[in-house]
Nanobody, 118 residues
C-alpha cells in the first residue's frame, strides 16, 4: 500500500484547506485510514480516522467540529477538510492506513505541511 498526501500550504487563521491522500497498491487490505500531525518540537498527534469501507469516523478533541474526514472510494482518495484553522494547527500532516482493527497504522504517506498564520 502506498499513500501520497497533498494539499498543504499557507493559510490565514480562520481559513480552510483540504488535504488529500491518494491510495494505491493492495487497497483491499486496508481496514481503516487516518490523519496525524506533528508540529515542530512536539510529538505526533492523532487528528482523525475512519473505516475505509465508510461510515465510522473519530476525531481528536483539538479538531472536533472543525475538521472532517471522508473518502472517495472510486478515486481511492481520503480527504481532510479543515475549517476555522488556527495557528496551533500548523504542522506536517500525515495520512496513514492500517490493515486490521487490532493492528497499528502500518502505512504512511510522506507528509504535507500546513502553516496557519495569525
Amino acid at each position: 500500500v502506498q499513500l501520497q498526501a497533498s494539499g498543504g500550504g499557507l493559510v490565514q487563521a480562520g481559513g480552510s484547506l483540504r488535504l488529500s491522500c491518494a491510495v494505491s497498491g493492495r487497497t483491499f487490505t486496508i481496514y481503516a485510514m487516518g490523519w496525524f500531525r506533528q508540529a515542530p518540537g512536539k510529538e505526533r498527534e492523532f487528528v482523525a480516522n475512519m473505516l475505509w469501507s465508510g461510515g465510522f469516523t473519530y476525531y481528536g478533541d483539538s479538531v472536533k467540529g472543525r475538521f472532517t474526514i471522508f473518502r472517495d472510494a472510486a478515486k481511492k482518495t481520503m480527504y481532510l477538510q479543515m475549517n476555522s484553522l488556527k495557528p496551533e494547527d500548523t504542522a506536517v500532516y500525515y495520512c496513514a492506513a492500517k490493515p486490521g482493527t487490532l493492528s497499528d497504522f502500518e502505512y504512511w504517506g510522506q507528509g504535507t505541511l500546513v502553516t496557519v498564520s495569525s
